[in-house]
């Protein structure tokens, strides 16, 4: 199943690397940064601060970070997840910081849930950013029309596709190509929880079903 990967992170903490996006582990630690593309963290653990703009700011887990491309900052304390989008447009603000365990949640297809993190309407124009909650079962086989980069965070799972499956656990990263007929399954008992980084920038609710249909979300 060559789009799936089990990330037992390498020393360098990258997991994925293509023309669009890389997808690493990283530290906050250290002296002054400033990426060649836009930069969306996910912290995983830790509690730190990030300086950027001349402001300090707070981070723990389950804050987003969107920094956009030439943006300086520094931080310490915490672990991330780190998706570099390269070949960015210009971004509409500096860096926009979200807090996702307070943020409300959108509904997509079969039960499932999500929270928004890095978005155009942060500021954020190349990506989004996206928490995924994955109720136990499986969502009908469908494909999305923009590339995309998935870490697991929590939970256990399959990814299907034309016939195979792999196995997903937590540390699992997956790319997905635009328009891949696919499925992501929990095969849990408990909630499945994944970070998502897509591009170009939409809803992570928007999903077509093999046949083109799109798939509706029922209304709540």
């Known amino acids: 199943m060559r789009y ?8 360098d903490g990258r997991l994925f690397s293509n023309e669009l996006f890389t997808q690493r582990i990283v530290s906050l ?15 995983l653990s ?37 998706v570099l989008v390269h070949d960015a447009p210009a971004a ?10 307070a943020e409300e949640k959108g ?12 978005t155009p309407e942060v500021g954020c124009l190349s990506a989004t950013q996206f928490v995924g909650l ?13 590339d995309e980069v998935i870490y697991v965070l929590e939970g256990e799972g399959a990814l299907e596709i034309g016939g195979e499956s792999a196995p997903l ?12 007929v ?18 170009p920038a939409g809803s992570p609710a928007e999903a077509y079903y093999p046949d083109g249909t799109p798939a509706v979300v029922p209304e709540s």
């Open 182 to 199: 696919h499925c992501l399954a929990n095969t849990g008992e408990s909630e499945l929880r994944l970070l998502g980084v897509f591009r």
């Open 29 to 43: 630690d250290g002296g002054e940064q400033r990426a060649d593309a836009d930069e969306l963290l996910y912290v």
């Open 107 to 118: 509904t997509a297809t079969a039960g499932r849930q999500f929270v928004l993190g890095a």
């Open 134 to 146: 994955v109720p136990p079962g499986r969502a009908p086989d469908h494909f999305h029309t923009y």
């Open 169 to 180: 656990r937590a540390g699992s990263c997956v790319h997905l190509p635009a328009r891949l």
């Open 4 to 11: 799936a990967i089990h990330a037992d992170e390498r020393p």
């Open 92 to 101: 509409a603000a500096p860096f926009a910081i979200r807090d996702l365990t």
């Open 46 to 82: 830790g509690e730190g601060r990030l300086e950027v703009g001349g402001d300090a700011h707070a981070v723990g887990a389950g804050t987003s970070v969107f920094l956009a491309r030439g943006t300086a900052w520094s931080a310490s304390g915490a672990r991330a997840l780190s």
